[in-house]
């Protein structure tokens, strides 16, 4: 079946520095990839997503790029921000049914100014 | 709209009670989703409705536990029995019938006692 394995947390990093959150996948098909996040005491947020092969989803200086052939789909920025503390949810979506979403463990990140 | 709603937020219950929780999706999407969220780990598909069918229920939803979307707006998900092992944060979302992205509300957390 489908599934999603992500890097175990928490990372721990100093303000300004590059952040990677690695993220693979298996799935038959051709699934859409997102990454939510989710701040202390709130719900989930989606923060970016990618629907094909190739495709780079961006937001709020995130990145992530779509790798089919690695089955892959790491989030990177360039430079985390105290404010970028919470933990991040790598997921997939697949027409199998009324796509419901399948979510790696989620990666706790803590930014130290 | 103000997106996606849950009440009540928080829940503390007593072995063997039973509960329920309410969901408001955003107005004009069609389908509905129920996940489970426990401590350290990714949202779990329960159920999801489209208007007011439920299509598929997890294995994950026992014979305690039952959905029901009336009008094809609000759902609500009742816990029958609790048990401890059902504390969690019960996660609901909403999307349109072709849109992959989900949009998720705040949670109930429930404690079972």
């Known amino acids: 079946g489908n599934s999603v394995t992500q890097m175990e947390g928490p990372v721990t990093l100093s303000e300004e520095a590059f952040l990677t959150i690695n993220c693979t996948y298996t799935?038959?098909?051709?699934?859409?990839l997102f990454w939510y996040v989710q701040y202390p005491g709130e719900g989930l947020q989606l923060l970016l997503k990618?629907?094909?092969?190739?495709d780079k989803g961006s937001n709020k200086g995130f990145e992530a790029t779509y790798r089919k052939e690695t089955t892959s789909f790491h989030l990177e920025k360039g430079s985390v921000q105290v404010s970028d503390s919470a933990v991040y949810f790598c997921?997939?979506?697949?027409?199998?049914?009324?796509?419901?979403?399948?979510f790696g463990a989620g990666t706790r990140l803590f930014v130290k100014a | 709209d103000t997106g996606v709603s849950q009440d009540p937020r928080h829940k503390i219950t007593k072995r063997g009670q039973n509960v329920t929780f309410r969901c408001d999706p955003i107005s004009e999407h069609n389908r509905l989703y129920w996940y489970r969220q426990t401590l350290g780990q990714g949202p779990e598909f329960l159920t999801y409705?489209?208007?007011?069918?439920?299509?598929?229920k997890s294995r994950l939803l026992s014979d305690r536990f039952s959905a029901e979307r009336p009008k094809g707006s609000f759902s609500t998900l009742e816990i029958q029995r609790t048990e401890q092992g059902d504390s969690a944060m019960y996660l609901c979302?909403?999307?349109?019938?072709?849109?992959?992205?989900?949009?998720f509300g705040p949670g109930t957390r429930l404690l079972v006692l």
């Open positions: 997921a997939l979506s697949a027409n199998t049914g009324g796509f419901k979403t399948i």
């Open positions: 799935a038959t098909g051709y699934p859409s």
């Open positions: 990618a629907t094909k092969a190739d």
């Open positions: 979302a909403s999307s349109f019938i072709r849109e992959e992205t989900q949009y």
């Open positions: 409705f489209q208007n007011e069918a439920q299509l598929e």
